[in-house]
């Protein structure tokens, strides 16, 4: 122990000027002995003294370490836990947390718990630790409880208060007084110090002359002791009678404070009494308020008079008055007393009379609307739909009662509801159904109005019985001729129709909306705001997008609504716009163009792409992009049925030649509009058509060659094509070129073919020779090819008979060819450069395999170009 003492001492606490007191060696609880741990009390050697409990620790190389120091002013408690007669080592320490150890023998518990308590109790003036489970004999005044090997000594650096524990292992050296009083008596003396028996004599000499002196002094004090003792006695009696005297204050003050208590409490009551009859008075004059309505609002509920300005005013007024005393914020309990029972009764029966007064008079207004027997007066000069602002502007005045209803009475709003939609549904229908037939007149113009009714429906059924406009037929099997002009009032009168429609409608919804409050869903439930006061930003996000979503299914049901409501107003709209669509279709199948085009702008003009108009119109829109589907279908159709007749020249195929008029006619309707991409597809699907049924009846017509069918129909498709300059087709017209091309070769190679036959197979025959090693200058040797048999050949082919036979030719092609195309001068053409091409290829082969022969053939190159002039000049 003294070297673990030693070694605390020198290694630790000196460096830092601290003396160990004592110390413990311990372990945690439940681990396993791997370190040691020391818990030391330590004191400063300098003021002010402080004292510390420093845990340290030995490592495994035996290195003492201080891990943790507490300030023994932060101790809180000491628990030792188990009594003296357990063998038990636990004990804890409170500082912050508290902190369990487990000592290695009981001894040194034993010790550093004692001195510990006796330096807690002596030094600390504060607030002082609690001391638990400790026995009772160690923490005696008295040093004899602890161990042998400690006792108390008085520490010359603290004052007398302060008790240090000084450990017998250590040296403890004089202070400067101690040795300064101890020289000075030895001088006094003049002893030397080997004579210690004297100088100890003496000293007890002095010791015994000064406990005589102090009983001497004691006994001498003794009567004045008694004479203090007595009066302390009276003292304490006079203290007594004074406590005696305050005891009986005290109780009679302790009645005074239960009496004064009790009046406070009666007050108290009669306080809360009081409060609570202003509250009962002031809810019941509130309730009186909110449920009392006039007596002239009484009469105006009962005998409404809506017929007058006066009296609706008063009518509107009174039905405010009864909605704002009905639906007034009434507490729960305050309902359930027979007064307010009775009121609401009286309400009701008011609310009923008054609501059956008006839907009555409501639904006789609209019917009388509905029944209104007076043409609409169209303008002779511009096709205008008046708007029926009148009635509107009428039943404006009885708005305010319309949302009276659909909050007050909802089975008598819908009723209404339904009379007004199907009395405005046969006013529009009659005025809808005039305008049309009115747009029918203005678009067939002279020709409508030269004729009587019967014979316009003669001339219009003679004009639907046959085949109209198709491409696969010729112009003169079309049942009519097109109108240019009635075209173009086609479209000026379509557009003027729908132009005219949305004003007419938007009027109607705005008035519906407003008047019948259609924008309010649900006007009798009550909106109530949450504070946003101490919500988070993600609860505000949520609640934000949460209302949002909400606001959108309301949007979606009141535009439900609206449309509904409006649908069965306008129904005749759609039915009416397809019957004036279909009616010019049957005239003119092109009218399905205008009309795609029209209604797609309106459609994609439209503000509000969910409103019944626009929605009315895009149905109307979907059966005109179906029947321009299916003329467009057709118009392929009559292409591959096309058939030509068999006993003439086929000449330029109709559904070649209508094409221009077709494609013209499309260009004017589709320029510069949003629906070119639907018109770009049917091109390509009609010339892809074309291009195959023209391969197809070139193969099939007995009386026309091939060539010529593909030549003369090719070359029209690329001047069509070059004039009209559409470019999604500028790749068929490339193709038309080139089938052109290809046509002009064939025909060419085929009629024209070989006019020098036999000169063309001499020199075949050469040239197999050339190809099988015999030379060109030795080919004259050969018999066959000898210059004999060539003059021979050549003498065939005089210039007379060549010019006849070229003759010949030039009308058997102007026999083939249509004068329609005029292509007889470049076929002619082309005839010519092959026969001089044929005519260089012979004269060349004649030139090297014969050199110096002087033969020639009878006519030259210009003789050759002289007979194509001629020949072309006589026809």
Not at 200 to 212: A, C, I, R, W
Not at 385 to 398: C, E, I, K, N, T
Not at 500 to 516: A, D, Y
Request: with cysteine; aromatic share 8%.
């Amino acid at each position: 122990m003294a070297t673990i003492r030693h070694s605390l001492q020198t290694e630790i606490f000196r460096p830092i000027d601290e003396r160990l007191m004592t110390f413990v060696h311990v372990y945690k609880p439940h681990k396993k002995r791997k370190t040691s741990n020391f818990l030391c009390l330590t004191v400063t050697k300098e003021a002010p003294i402080v004292f510390y409990i420093h845990q340290v620790k030995k490592t495994e190389k035996n290195v003492l370490k201080k891990k943790r120091c507490w300030s023994l002013s932060a101790l809180k408690i000491v628990d030792g836990i188990s009594d003296s007669s357990s063998d038990e080592k636990d004990f804890d320490l409170h500082f912050d947390k508290v902190y369990k150890w487990t000592a290695v023998s009981l001894e040194e518990r034993q010790t550093f718990l004692v001195i510990l308590w006796k330096q807690c109790m002596n030094s600390m003036t504060g607030s002082k630790p609690e001391f638990k489970n400790l026995p009772k004999e160690w923490l005696m005044s008295s040093s004899t409880s602890l161990p042998a090997s400690i006792k108390p000594e008085s520490d010359g650096t603290s004052g007398g208060d302060n008790v240090v524990l000084i450990e017998p292992e250590e040296y403890q050296a004089l202070s400067e007084k101690e040795e300064a009083d101890l020289e000075k008596m030895m001088h006094e003396l003049h002893f030397s110090v080997n004579n210690a028996e004297e100088f100890v004599g003496k000293l007890t000499k002095q010791l015994s002359y000064l406990d005589e002196k102090n009983l001497h002094s004691v006994l001498s004090s003794e009567e004045k002791v008694s004479e203090l003792i007595n009066r302390l006695d009276s003292a304490i009696n006079e203290v007594e009678k004074l406590e005696s005297q305050f005891d009986s204050y005290d109780e009679i003050l302790g009645h005074v404070r239960t009496t004064i208590e009790k009046m406070e409490q009666k007050n108290v009551l009669i306080q809360i009494v009081n409060r609570n009859n202003e509250k009962l008075l002031y809810q019941l004059e509130r309730v009186v308020h909110q449920l009392e309505l006039a007596p002239k609002h009484q009469a105006a509920l009962i005998d409404a008079d809506l017929t007058t300005p006066h009296g609706l005013k008063d009518a509107i007024a009174a039905a405010k008055e009864l909605q704002a005393v009905m639906n007034a914020e009434i507490h729960p309990a305050l309902v359930q007393l027979t007064a307010v029972q009775e009121q609401k009764k009286r309400f009701d029966k008011w609310k009923s009379k008054f609501s059956h007064n008006l839907s009555r008079y409501l639904n006789n207004l609209f019917i009388h609307i509905g029944n209104d027997t007076s043409k609409l007066k169209l303008n002779s000069v511009e096709l205008i739909l008046p708007v029926r602002s009148q009635f509107h502007s009428d039943l404006g005045a009885y708005t305010p009662l319309m949302h009276w209803c659909k909050v007050m009475d909802r089975k008598a709003y819908v009723a209404l509801i339904k009379i007004y939609t199907f009395s405005l549904g046969k006013l529009y229908e009659r005025d809808i159904k005039q305008f049309m037939e009115e747009a029918k007149h203005r678009v067939a113009g002279d020709r409508m109005n030269s004729v009587s009714e019967d014979s316009r429906r003669t001339s219009i059924g003679s004009r639907t019985s046959g085949p109209s406009g198709l491409l696969g037929i010729e112009k003169e099997q079309w049942t009519h001729d097109f109108d240019e002009e009635e075209r173009t009032r086609f479209d000026q009168v379509l557009e003027i129709v729908l132009s005219q429609l949305e004003p007419v409608c938007l009027s109607e919804q705005n008035f519906c909306v407003s008047f019948f409050q259609l924008d309010v869903l649900s006007p009798t439930s009550k909106n109530t705001q949450t504070t946003l006061e101490g919500y988070t930003d993600e609860t505000r996000k949520n609640d934000l997008e949460k209302q949002q979503i909400s606001q959108k299914k309301i949007d979606k049901k009141v535009n439900e609504e609206v449309r509904r409501m409006m649908s069965e107003i306008f129904g005749c709209i759609e039915s009416e716009l397809l019957s004036f669509v279909t009616h010019h279709e049957k005239l003119d199948n092109v009218y399905c163009m205008s009309a795609l085009i029209h209604l797609t702008e309106h459609v994609m003009s439209a503000q509000d792409t969910g409103s019944f108009l626009s929605i009315t119109f895009g149905s109307v829109l979907v059966h005109v992009k179906r029947n321009y589907d299916k003329y467009m279908q057709t118009q392929e159709k009559s292409i591959r049925e096309s058939r030509l007749p068999r006993k003439s020249k086929c000449g330029i195929i109709p559904f070649v030649s209508n094409f221009e008029d077709f494609a013209k006619t499309a260009e004017n309707i589709f320029r510069n509009t949003e629906r070119r991409t639907d018109l770009d597809k049917w091109y390509v699907k009609l010339m892809t058509t074309i291009f195959e049924t023209i391969q197809n009846i070139a193969g099939d017509h007995p009386k026309t060659p091939p060539e010529v069918i593909k030549m003369e129909n090719f070359h029209h498709l690329y001047a069509l094509l070059s004039q009209l300059k559409i470019s999604v087709l500028d790749i068929h017209r490339k193709e038309a070129k080139q089938k052109y091309n290809d046509a002009l070769n064939a025909y060419v190679t085929r009629y024209f073919g070989r006019p020098l036959e036999k000169l063309n197979l001499f020199f075949e025959g050469v040239q197999v020779k050339v190809a099988q090693g015999v030379k060109e200058s030795e080919i004259s040797y050969q018999v066959a090819f000898s210059k004999q048999e060539l003059r021979q050949v050549i003498r065939e082919y005089p210039a007379r008979e060549v010019k006849k036979g070229l003759d010949h030719l030039y009308k058997k092609v102007d026999k083939h060819l249509c004068e329609e195309e005029n292509l007889l001068q470049v076929v002619w053409r082309a005839m010519q450069e092959e026969f001089i091409q044929q005519y260089k290829s012979i004269e060349d082969l004649i030139q090297r395999c014969y050199p110096g022969s002087m033969i020639c053939l009878e006519f030259s190159i210009e003789d050759i170009l002289q007979f194509f002039s001629e020949i072309a000049r006589s026809h």
